[in-house]
């Protein structure tokens, strides 16, 4: 491990405070971080992306567990100073880019295996967790860290209240492993809310055949309108009860009834001309 000054040193010396704007909580407590990066996989190969590092407390835990390259997504110049102080005391393994990470093609960055490993920024997590669904193929992993109630509903079963479109999409590319919760408490700021780390490992094929954005669009239809049932909510769709009658569901059902086998199905039948 290298000596590095403690994290609240860090931030005194360059000011940093988090900013609400930003969605930044920053987590201190290197117990958490080590924890977070050896759950991470197989470091040692492959690039590891950090999304918004802010002080660096995941970058150094996870240089420290033996990451051969790790690439950082940072917007905020403050932080970028102090991951460039980061990268000075691990010659050749820390690369900064100074961008926004909603602009920033991860799949694209490094070489293969590639692995996202992140706090993510909480007002921007689902959009950047959808975009790389979009091209999941490109990741070995994804551990991310997401307010509790995201990854409630990401790793949702059928007929729960907490099942919707996104645990449809991600379930039907990826198996989701929640792993630990992360008391608000851990953070500063501490959010509102607790956080909870979840692993998603990409499926070697999607869990039944279809289109993603014909997916997207029956899941949309079907959950809009979550508490009518499927006859109606799929309306957009075309003639909703000759689609169920083929995918044999019935048209009184209901979306949250539905599996992701079920909603592929539709969406197959979707595509028909």
């Known amino acids: 491990m290298t000596d590095l000054p403690p994290l609240r040193d860090v931030l005194a010396a360059h000011g940093l405070t988090a900013r609400k704007s930003l969605g930044q909580h920053f987590l201190l407590d290197l117990n958490l971080t080590g924890r977070i990066a050896r759950a991470s996989g197989r470091l ?18 996870l240089l420290d567990a033996g990451a051969r390259r790790v690439i950082a997504v940072e917007r ?43 706090n993510l920024p909480y007002n921007i997590s689902t959009v950047l967790l959808l975009n790389w669904l979009r091209r999941i193929d490109a990741f070995e992993s994804l551990t991310l860290m997401f307010q ?12 729960s209240p907490d099942y919707g479109r996104l645990s449809v999409i991600t379930q039907w590319l990826c198996e989701v492993r929640p792993l630990f919760n992360v008391d608000k408490r851990a953070f500063t700021p501490p959010p509102a809310v607790m956080s909870t780390v979840v692993q998603l490992i990409p499926r070697p094929q999607p869990l039944a055949p279809a289109r993603l954005e014909s ?20 309306k957009a769709l075309g003639n909703a009860e000759a689609l169920l009658e083929q995918a044999d569901i ?5 979306a949250e009834e539905l599996n992701v086998e079920q909603f592929c199905a539709l969406a197959r039948l979707a595509d028909q001309p």
């Open 148 to 159: 509790k109630e995201v990854v409630d509903r990401l790793a949702a079963a059928p007929r």
């Open 250 to 254: 019935p048209p009184t059902a209901r």
């Open 44 to 61: 040692e190969v492959g690039t590891t992306i950090e999304i918004g590092p802010g002080p660096g407390g995941l970058t150094r835990a």
């Open 76 to 118: 905020d110049d403050r932080a970028i100073a102090i991951q460039n102080e980061i990268a000075a005391a691990y010659p050749g393994r820390l690369e900064i880019i100074a961008d926004d990470a909603l602009k920033v093609d991860a799949a694209d960055l490094g070489e293969a295996p590639r692995r996202v490993v992140a």
């Open 215 to 234: 997916l997207e669009r029956v899941t949309a239809a079907a959950f809009g309108q979550r508490r009518k049932m499927l006859r109606s909510s799929l």
